[in-house]
């Protein structure tokens, strides 16, 4: 990208500078003095910023939040590569469409291949009137075009990738709490997070998670024989989707006389209800929101749904996420 140095150069170049006279002259060095100059006043007020004992004080208040903070990025990147976040079976679509070699051969320049179908695993090629059905009834169409069976072993599957994003949605909105926080704590000048904020968080020594939710995306395309139009219809698989998702399987399989068909479904809603009946405190440390305001809760099974553990209240404990992964610890060994 071009610098505004460059920029004016150019402008002024075809004129010549000689045309420039006067308070014209004057103007066009004032200005090339300030953006010359600018870059090292910024860069001056930076480094004086860093180094005074203002901000080495209020670093050194902050050690303890920014070690407990990383320790919760650390713990978002556990999350995440531990996670499932796959449902169903791949389009049946071009799955051998890559053994095929395909030409536009049109003719008199008259190329109507503005819009090319996409074949992948969750891409479902398909009428314009299903793509349309499925804009309408988005469950329905899920479940039919990518294999999500109405079975319990399905059902486990959904309320286990519904768990996992909304573990990692908690996990990332905590971070970036924690992060805004400690800016507001520390509350450096506004031309120090706006030019340097790497440098900032890099002084400060807190480490930045880049993770954000693996929302598995599927979608319905229609696409022309000629390519000349197309429509989609896109389905996200957040929370309220997966959600509506479960309720859906546990409408088609509630006459099964087993846990899988028969139990509460882990929402948002039920995780709430937990957190505000153990009055946001972990049940196993003690220490709860009131006196840590950023803490990461989250709701765990007494007993494991591996090994028939239901998702109801009486089965359901508010722990902090240093207890429950250290319980998950002890569970793997």
Known sequence: ??????????????????????????????????????????????????????????????????????????????????????????????????????????????????NVAEYAPHVHNASLQVVRNASMDPIKYLMKYFSIKADQETLADVQRVAEDISRLEEAVANVKGREAAIA???????????????????????????????????????????????????????????????????????????????????TVRLRTQIKERDRYTCLQCGVSVAAEPHLLLEVDHIRPVSKGGLSTPENLQTLCWRCNRSKGARMVG
């Open 1 to 114: 990208m071009p610098t505004p140095i460059f920029i004016m150069l150019l402008v002024v170049a075809p004129i010549g500078l000689g045309a420039l006279t006067g308070s014209g002259l004057v103007v066009f060095i004032a200005l090339a003095l300030v953006l010359i100059v600018n870059p090292i006043i910024w860069k001056v007020r930076k480094d004086r910023y860093f180094n005074s004992e203002q901000f080495q004080e209020l670093r050194s208040e902050t050690v303890s939040v920014v070690a407990e903070h990383n320790d919760v990025v650390n713990y978002v990147a556990e999350i995440r590569s531990q996670g499932s976040f796959e449902l169903g079976a791949p389009s049946a679509t071009g799955r051998y469409a890559h053994l095929a070699t395909f030409e536009n051969n049109s003719v008199w320049n008259n190329r109507r291949d503005r």
């Open 184 to 266: 507001a704590r520390i509350n450096p000048p506004a031309f120090i997070l706006k030019r340097y904020t790497e440098e900032f968080w890099t002084q400060v020594g807190a480490h930045l998670s880049p993770i954000a939710v693996p929302y598995p995306q599927y979608r319905f395309q229609y696409t022309s024989a000629g390519g000349n139009s197309a429509q989609t219809t896109s389905i996200e698989l957040n929370t309220p989707t997966l959600e509506a998702l479960s309720e859906k399987l546990v409408e088609k399989i509630r006459w099964a006389k087993s846990a899988a068909g028969q139990r509460a479904l882990m």
